[in-house]
T-cell receptor, first 113, second 115 residues
Framework: EPEVTQTPSHQVTQMGQEVILRCVPI?????FYWYRQILGQKVEFLVS????????KSEIFDDQFSVERPDGSNFTLKIRSTKLEDSAMYFC???????????FGNGTRLTVT | DQQVKQNSPSLSVQEGRISILNCDYTNSMFDYFLWYKKYPAEGPTFLISISSIKDKNEDGRFTVFLNKSAKHLSLHIVPSQPGDSAVYFCAASWFEGGATNKLIFGTGTLLAVQP
């Protein structure tokens, strides 16, 4: 069964550094998402992306965050200057249509020290 | 923000019996509900969904019930198996209100199925 793949599985970075989290969505999916889960908290929506542009974003998704689909397969989340509170599991997801279930990757654990 | 709530952090069930996981929501605009299962070190895996025009949806051992007047949904697993042991998340979205399928998640219920 096709799956969403995320790399790396674990990223450690120092505060203030830039990180790029990578995702390869399922190939025929058109909608792409990033969620995060801080340890012990809910899975939270960050941003959705469709037709090469951001469709929706949460208040968490401030100017430090950006997303990009640089080619036909990758979908990236960039955090420009990481903060300690950015430490979390970041999940990429994709769906074939707007009203379809999301399929999630296994996540990237980001640790900011 | 407590729009989707799972009030039971954990549930323990004997193998072969029924597992019932509950979820409440507060936003009456939600019109699509999903259940996800999550194992440690993996992402959420889609299990089953239900639209607000239905009150029941069944897929094999999994059945989701929706009570719109009570703003309550539940997931029934029958019979429960040890492999069902995982964290179960309820999620909701508003089809007509958003450009994409933005999901609001509950906090999850850890299900332990005892052999």
């Amino acid at each position: 069964e096709p799956e969403v793949t995320q790399t790396p599985s674990h990223q450690v970075t120092q505060m203030g550094q830039e990180v790029i989290l990578r995702c390869v969505p399922i190939s025929n999916h058109l909608y792409f998402y990033w969620y995060r889960q801080i340890l012990g908290q809910k899975v939270e929506f960050l941003v959705s992306f469709y037709n090469n542009e951001i469709s929706e974003k949460s208040e968490i998704f401030d100017d430090q965050f950006s997303v990009e689909r640089p080619d036909g397969s990758n979908f990236t989340l960039k955090i420009r200057s990481t903060k300690l509170e950015d430490s979390a599991m970041y999940f990429c997801a994709s769906s074939v249509g707007k009203n379809s279930p999301l399929h999630f990757g296994n996540g990237t654990r980001l640790t900011v020290t | 923000d407590q729009q989707v709530k799972q009030n039971s952090p954990s549930l323990s069930v004997q193998e072969g019996r029924i597992s019932i996981l509950n979820c409440d929501y507060t936003n009456s605009m939600f019109d699509y509900f999903l259940w996800y299962k999550k194992y440690p070190a993996e992402g959420p895996t889609f299990l089953i969904s239900i639209s607000s025009i239905k009150d029941k949806n069944e897929d094999g051992r999994f059945t989701v019930f929706l009570n719109k007047s009570a703003k309550h949904l539940s997931l029934h697993i029958v019979p429960s198996q040890p492999g069902d042991s995982a964290v179960y998340f309820c999620a909701a979205s508003w089809f007509e209100g958003g450009a994409t399928n933005k999901l609001i998640f509950g906090t999850g219920t850890l299900l332990a199925v005892q052999p």
